[in-house]
């Protein structure tokens, strides 16, 4: 069994290895959208054909991929998935930043560029782990899969196509190498983005008397739901749910009367209160404004619905998590909970695996400019990876 010093001491002797990795996955640029992750998945296909490892590269469109790999295990335990996004946001604007956001460059223990704290340093944490493990012949009790998959960003694309193509078959836990300083996060909020037109009729600017202002019927609606709140409890981990409204379009031209506006909420949820009612209190408020007013019509629209999960911390799972930590640096993780969703949302409702968070970036310079890791987290994070799936099942 894999001591917790020997791991450490496997992870030393790859530490250039390692940081090398991470810096070319940070230098392949895949700000999605449009994501064209593909070239980061050749990178780690490459390194883990050359350990003599069969990756799969799931084709998504030409330029865009996932990269799975399975160790095989003793058949003790079930499988153990441990998951990672390819692409990024983009680098917004470049002049913000004082290296290059595809530079890779390495300054005071910190690699650089976008992606290096979500997550390309995870990524690179996470096949490094899973490498160490083969080369050292470590018996693992059950298959470790290391999977990278693109769209996390935007849409989740890679998260389903992992859950549609049968590789969660027989696994029991993952672990998600976003930015969690290598804290443990085992609850996110949900995410429920809603869509809210309002239609009129145009008229000439100079006689709004003659058309129905969308606007208008908005601002109407908008000022009762301005308190509105998504959740009726509050989590120990995540808080109370929020709602945010971020986008707001109407109008096109000074002398005409609109007949159209259309507002975009961000809601974040908490559990205790499912989206399903969130969405049925959301209607009623639009049937409430149609009653009151017989020129109101509005168009009401779900553009993205991911449900809060969280893991308990009894879980098996998390035990192991926090005796790992224990093991490796004389402390449990801290506990907490996120506000952001991750590929967990897509991956564990319906399927019921537990999940934790574990990586080694920082959400405080995640999607900022001038984005980094801290090296000595990498290394961290791919030891405690290393000792987490030696531990898993025995
Ligand atoms: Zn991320």
Same mark, same amino acid.
């Given at each position: 069994? /894999?001591? &917790?010093?020997?791991?450490?001491?496997?992870?030393?002797? &790859?530490?250039?290895?390692?940081?090398?990795?991470?810096?070319?996955?940070?230098? #392949?640029?895949?700000?999605?959208?449009?994501?064209?992750?593909?070239?980061?998945?050749? +990178?780690l296909k490459a390194k883990f054909e050359a350990e003599g490892l069969k990756p799969e590269l799931i084709?998504?469109?030409?330029?865009? &991929?996932? +990269?799975?790999?399975?160790?095989?295990?003793?058949?003790?335990? %079930?499988?153990?998935?441990?998951?990672?996004?390819?692409?990024?946001?983009? %680098?917004?604007? $470049?002049? $913000?930043?004082?290296?290059?956001?595809?530079?890779?460059?390495?300054?005071?223990?910190?690699?650089?560029?976008?992606?290096?704290?979500? =997550?390309?340093?995870?990524?690179?944490? @996470?096949? =490094?782990?899973?490498?160490?493990?083969?080369?050292?012949?470590?018996?693992?009790?059950?298959?470790?899969?290391?999977?990278?998959?693109?769209?996390?960003?935007?849409?989740?694309?890679?998260?389903?196509?992992?859950?549609?193509?049968?590789?969660?078959?027989? #696994?029991?836990?993952?672990?998600?190498? *976003? %930015?969690?300083?290598?804290?443990?996060?085992?609850? $996110?909020?949900?995410?429920?983005?809603?869509?809210?037109?309002?239609?009129?009729?145009?008229?000439?600017?100079?006689?709004?008397?003659?058309?129905?202002?969308?606007?208008?019927?908005?601002?109407?609606?908008?000022a009762d739901l301005r308190y509105f709140c998504p959740s009726s409890d509050k989590h120990p981990l995540?808080?109370?749910?929020?709602?945010?409204?971020?986008?707001?379009?109407?109008?096109?031209?000074t002398n005409v009367v609109p007949d159209r506006c259309t507002a975009i909420f961000d809601i974040r949820? #908490?559990?205790?209160?499912?989206? !399903?009612? +969130?969405?049925?209190?959301?209607?009623? *408020? /639009?049937?409430?404004?149609?009653?009151?007013?017989?020129?109101?019509?509005? @168009?009401?629209?779900?553009?993205?619905?991911?449900?809060?999960?969280?893991?308990?911390?009894?879980?098996?799972?998390?035990?192991?998590?926090?005796?790992?930590?224990?093991?490796?640096?004389?402390?449990?993780? !801290?506990?907490?909970?996120?506000?952001?969703?991750?590929?967990?949302?897509?991956?564990?409702?319906?399927?019921?695996?537990?999940?934790?968070?574990?990586?080694?970036?920082?959400?405080?310079?995640?999607?900022? %400019?001038?984005?980094?890791?801290?090296? *000595?987290?990498?290394?961290?994070?791919?030891?405690?990876?290393?000792?987490?799936?030696?531990?898993?099942?025995?």
């Amino acid at each position: 069994m /894999l001591t &917790a010093g020997e791991a450490r001491r496997l992870v030393e002797q &790859a530490r250039s290895e390692l940081v090398d990795l991470a810096k070319a996955l940070v230098k #392949v640029p895949t700000p999605n959208p449009p994501g064209q992750e593909e070239q980061a998945a050749l +990178i780690l296909k490459a390194k883990f054909e050359a350990e003599g490892l069969k990756p799969e590269l799931i084709q998504e469109s030409e330029d865009r &991929a996932n +990269i799975v790999v399975r160790l095989p295990g003793a058949g003790k335990a %079930p499988a153990l998935l441990y998951d990672g996004h390819l692409d990024t946001v983009g %680098p917004g604007d $470049e002049s $913000e930043w004082t290296d290059p956001p595809y530079s890779g460059s390495i300054k005071n223990g910190r690699l650089l560029g976008r992606g290096a704290s979500d =997550m390309k340093g995870g990524v690179a944490a @996470e096949a =490094m782990a899973a490498i160490l493990a083969y080369r050292a012949g470590i018996e693992l009790a059950g298959d470790l899969i290391i999977a990278s998959t693109c769209g996390e960003e935007t849409d989740n694309l890679g998260a389903y196509t992992l859950r549609n193509s049968g590789w969660l078959n027989g #696994v029991a836990g993952i672990v998600i190498a *976003e %930015p969690s300083s290598n804290e443990l996060l085992i609850a $996110e909020k949900g995410a429920l983005w809603v869509e809210i037109t309002t239609f009129g009729r145009t008229s000439h600017g100079s006689a709004p008397h003659l058309g129905i202002n969308a606007i208008n019927k908005m601002l109407d609606l908008l000022a009762d739901l301005r308190y509105f709140c998504p959740s009726s409890d509050k989590h120990p981990l995540l808080g109370e749910g929020t709602a945010s409204l971020n986008v707001l379009n109407g109008g096109f031209k000074t002398n005409v009367v609109p007949d159209r506006c259309t507002a975009i909420f961000d809601i974040r949820t #908490v559990p205790g209160r499912t989206h !399903e009612d +969130i969405i049925t209190a959301l209607k009623t *408020e /639009l049937e409430l404004a149609q009653t009151s007013d017989k020129d109101f019509r509005a @168009e009401f629209k779900v553009v993205k619905d991911l449900p809060s999960v969280s893991t308990h911390e009894d879980n098996g799972l998390v035990r192991l998590a926090q005796t790992t930590g224990r093991e490796l640096w004389d402390r449990e993780p !801290e506990l907490k909970g996120i506000s952001g969703y991750t590929d967990a949302a897509v991956l564990c409702p319906g399927t019921n695996i537990p999940f934790i968070i574990f990586g080694p970036g920082d959400m405080a310079t995640a999607h900022q %400019p001038n984005e980094y890791v801290e090296l *000595e987290k990498v290394v961290d994070a791919t030891a405690y990876l290393l000792l987490l799936a030696a531990k898993w099942g025995n």
